[in-house]
């Protein structure tokens, strides 16, 4: 994180990308970044878009729901042995297309994208941070429903499985600005977006939760990040236990899956959970996936949702 604090008090505009362990960091100047790393970040981009002219192909090779189902046994079992009460439980998912990372990142409509050296691509639907001014936001999504369904908002916000989900990671997440910053509150709760999915619409809940910093934020802001990751809604609560149990019951490294990336404006900082998301390894794709799990989840709806989500948002 030394280097994302150097370049910050320079005040010099830069791009960053922190794995989901925080393992694995980069930083690099704006105008320095070539043509093997392209992003969008709000009105920040690096590329022209182009609409996609021709039809596409998607092979999903998916885990089978007996696969799903045992793993997703243990994570009750430690829900209820009380080590976690909200687990985000994720699978990595083969699949196949005619195109390339590339083209898939610039293709895609997403609002934050980000195309990384041909090793991976997200376009991410949710904000993790935004700093301007003094003023951090944080924007915790959890709940999904297909916008098809009658009465898809009414349900989303009625579902008490999915209300407890969310008010965890809400004050997940309040309980982590509050180390960072001060004058946490709750600004906006459970509101909807609508974002596109493949050939479906997907409703998704997310929150505002705002606080303030000291006015010398931009000569810490890598001791910031460091504290507040790995993002709650991609964890679970408590989240150093949860941790813990993820790593013993996923079988797969998340590597930059659900690690964050953004950019600093030289005076503004923001960022995005690196979800809806694609790696290359040995020529082969797979798309990582998954969906927070608690004692009132039910097995087939969160393998569902897990499907739900491998999309190409073309």
């Known amino acids: 994180m030394d280097e994302i604090t150097s370049l910050a008090q320079q005040r010099v505009p830069f791009l960053?990308?922190?794995?989901?362990?925080?393992?694995?960091?980069?930083?690099?100047?704006?105008?320095?970044?070539?043509?093997?790393?392209?992003?969008?970040?709000?009105?920040?981009?690096?590329?022209?878009p182009i609409p996609i002219d021709k039809n596409y192909k998607l092979k999903k090779y998916l885990i089978d729901f007996k696969t799903y189902k045992q793993e997703f046994k243990k994570v009750i079992e430690e829900i209820k042995s009380g080590n976690t009460y909200?687990?985000?439980?994720?699978?990595?998912?083969?699949?196949?297309?005619?195109?390339?990372?590339?083209?898939?990142?610039?293709?895609?409509?997403?609002?934050?994208?980000?195309?990384?050296?041909?090793?991976?691509?997200?376009?991410?639907?949710?904000?993790?941070?935004?700093?301007?001014?003094?003023s951090i936001s944080t924007y915790p999504m959890k709940g999904t429903i297909e916008a098809h369904i009658p009465n898809a908002t009414e349900k989303i916000l009625a579902n008490k499985k999915e209300m407890a989900e969310h008010i965890m990671i809400v004050d997940?997440?309040?309980?982590?600005?509050?180390?960072?910053?001060?004058?946490?509150?709750?600004?906006?709760?459970?509101?909807?977006?609508?974002?596109?999915?493949?050939?479906k619409e997907l409703l998704q809940v997310s929150s505002k939760i705002t606080a303030k910093l000291s006015q010398n934020?931009?000569?810490?802001?890598?001791?910031?990040?460091?504290?507040?990751?790995?993002?709650?809604?991609?964890?679970?609560?408590?989240?150093?236990?949860?941790i813990n149990i993820i790593k013993n019951i996923e079988n797969y490294n998340r590597g930059f899956y659900s690690g964050v990336f953004g950019i600093f404006d030289g005076e503004n900082?923001?960022?995005?959970?690196?979800?809806?998301?694609?790696?290359?390894?040995?020529?082969?794709?797979?798309?990582?996936?998954g969906g927070g799990i608690t004692i009132d989840s039910d097995a087939f709806s969160e393998y569902s949702e897990l499907i739900d989500k491998i999309y190409l948002p073309l």
Do not use: H
């Not at 794995?19 to 590329?47: A, C, H, P, T, V």
């Not at 900082?269 to 996936?289: D, G, P, T």
């Open 16 to 48: 960053f990308v922190i794995s989901y362990d925080k393992s694995k960091i980069f930083s690099q100047k704006l105008d320095e970044l070539n043509n093997n790393i392209l992003f969008k970040i709000g009105k920040y981009r690096n590329y022209l």
């Open 86 to 134: 909200l687990l985000n439980l994720t699978f990595k998912t083969e699949i196949e297309t005619d195109l390339s990372l590339k083209e898939i990142f610039i293709y895609a409509k997403a609002k934050y994208k980000l195309y990384f050296q041909d090793k991976f691509i997200s376009f991410s639907p949710e904000k993790f941070i935004e700093i301007q001014g003094d």
């Open 217 to 242: 934020w931009r000569d810490n802001l890598g001791r910031i990040l460091n504290t507040i990751l790995p993002a709650g809604s991609i964890t679970g609560t408590p989240k150093r236990s949860t």
């Open 172 to 199: 997940l997440m309040r309980n982590d600005l509050a180390m960072v910053a001060k004058d946490v509150k709750v600004e906006k709760f459970r509101y909807i977006d609508k974002i596109k999915a493949g050939e």
């Open 269 to 289: 900082l923001y960022s995005a959970v690196m979800i809806r998301f694609i790696e290359q390894q040995n020529n082969k794709l797979y798309y990582k996936s």
